[in-house]
């Protein structure tokens, strides 16, 4: 699978044996991104290539996190001495291959955040304002 930051300029490719995923929502991830939680796909480091390494933050004396310079999109979770790396989902060209199965970090989760599907849903190219900026901005909506 391949997959990279919103911009293009860290890319990678990667053996993925399964769909399974998992949601952390420890506090330093949700700060590391400002999500209440995220979901990473935990993979060995040595299946991963990159087309040019991302840029890693140490976020505390045990962990680094890879994100892009340029963009700021968070890429991966990496304890400095081991072997894997967790891959955010979401940087994934095609995220909708994995499946949670399960959560870390419970004492950190807003469990409000998990289950919303009873809240009220629009499709991104039913908000006409969006829509118009995109039109105006590239004749297009993003991908």
């Known amino acids: ?11 990678y490719t990667v053996q993925i044996d399964s769909d399974e995923a998992y949601l952390c929502h420890c506090r330093m991830c949700q700060r590391a991104t400002g999500g209440v939680s995220v979901a990473f796909r935990n993979v060995p480091k040595r299946l991963v290539t990159w087309t040019r390494e991302p840029d890693r933050y140490a976020s505390s004396p045990i962990a680094q996190r890879g994100f892009c310079a340029a963009c700021g999109t968070p890429l991966t979770f990496e304890f400095v001495d081991g072997e894997n790396l967790d891959l ?5 060209d095609h995220p909708y291959r994995f499946r949670p199965t399960s959560h870390f970090g419970q004492e950190s989760w807003h469990e409000d955040w998990l289950d919303t ?16 900026r995109w039109m105006d901005a590239v004749g297009k909506l993003p991908d």
């Open 1 to 11: 699978m391949t997959g990279g930051c919103q911009c293009g300029a860290v890319r």
């Open 88 to 92: 955010t989902v979401g940087s994934f």
């Open 117 to 132: 599907r009873s809240l009220p849903a629009k499709r991104t190219d039913e908000h006409q304002p969006l829509v118009d």
